[in-house]
């Protein structure tokens, strides 16, 4: 049971949950939009956050819709882990949603929670960072498409009241080879050590971390260096792990060491792979 009152909204378009959030943030409700739900319930019975209202967006078509087009995939951010993975349209998100969590919070958990949650992992930005894909936003100005590299760095960074309506993935990444690694410390379905997503693009290797970081994060520098043929993949590996963009996490889960180490080997197994593929 959560502790304390809130006011519930479950507005049926776009513009009456933007209207609402405004309205309701104008008078200091600190209100919240609302989807699988799972973290901002979590939170509330710890303590940790307190809305004074939630906006239910599961009845918004737009924030449901996923399907597939000439032009690529859309989803909305309503759409569920599990219903992503079932689709199995973007096989790389697919293999990324379906290890999140267990198979009852990938039916809750939505894509759009992932990506604008508090829990840093947001394991779901790592295919969408290494497709290219774009964002489409509601905010004051109406509707607006943005990539997704401009408006994720670590964490969406939106505007009081904006809305993750769709994320649209090119139809290039759809069937482009991929790999993904996630390694834990104890549990399959734990927050990770490192993960690790790959795409090929033009013969290019794009590389996305989750995990080692504090934030998920795809990195120009280490992309050159796993690209750089005229090393082993042992000494790739290594260059990449100098190249972080920030000190590795030191937590529960694992020390900043192991994660450095767990970090090299998937790095090193993954080029050592793809060498003799």
């Known amino acids: 049971m959560i502790p304390f009152d809130f006011i519930y909204y479950r507005p049926d378009s776009l513009s009456e949950a933007f209207d609402a959030c405004t309205r309701l943030r104008t008078e200091g409700k600190e209100p919240v939009y609302y989807a699988g739900g799972t973290e901002i319930i979590t939170m509330s019975r710890a303590g940790s956050m307190r809305p004074g209202a939630v906006i239910d967006i599961k009845n918004i078509p737009e924030c449901s819709y996923l399907a597939l087009d000439s032009e690529g995939l859309h989803i909305g951010s309503a759409c569920t882990l599990n219903q992503i993975k079932e689709s199995d349209l973007f096989p790389l998100l697919s293999l990324a949603c379906g290890r999140i969590a267990d198979h009852t919070n990938q039916c809750r958990i939505t894509l759009g929670g992932n990506l604008c949650g508090a829990i840093m992992y947001r394991e779901t930005s790592l295919p969408l960072l290494l497709s290219d894909a774009t964002v489409t936003l509601l905010g004051s100005s109406g509707l607006r498409n943005a990539a997704i590299g401009d408006v994720f760095q670590g964490s969406m960074h939106l505007s009081p009241c904006e809305l993750v309506v769709q994320l649209h993935i090119p139809e290039w990444a759809l069937g482009a080879t991929h790999f993904h ?36 994060f795809r990195d120009a520098s280490i992309e050159a260096v796993v690209n750089d043929h005229s090393l082993s993949p042992a000494a790739r590996a290594a260059r990449a792990a100098a190249l972080l963009p920030e000190p590795p996490c030191h937590n529960v889960e694992g020390s900043s060491g192991y994660r450095i180490f767990v970090f090299k080997n998937m790095l090193q197994a993954l080029l050592g792979e793809v060498n003799h593929g």
């Open 181 to 216: 690694v996630k390694q834990t410390s104890n549990e399959k379905i734990d927050y990770p050590l490192v993960s690790m997503a790959a795409l090929y693009k033009d013969s290019f290797l794009r590389v996305a971390f989750s995990g080692v970081c504090s934030f998920p």
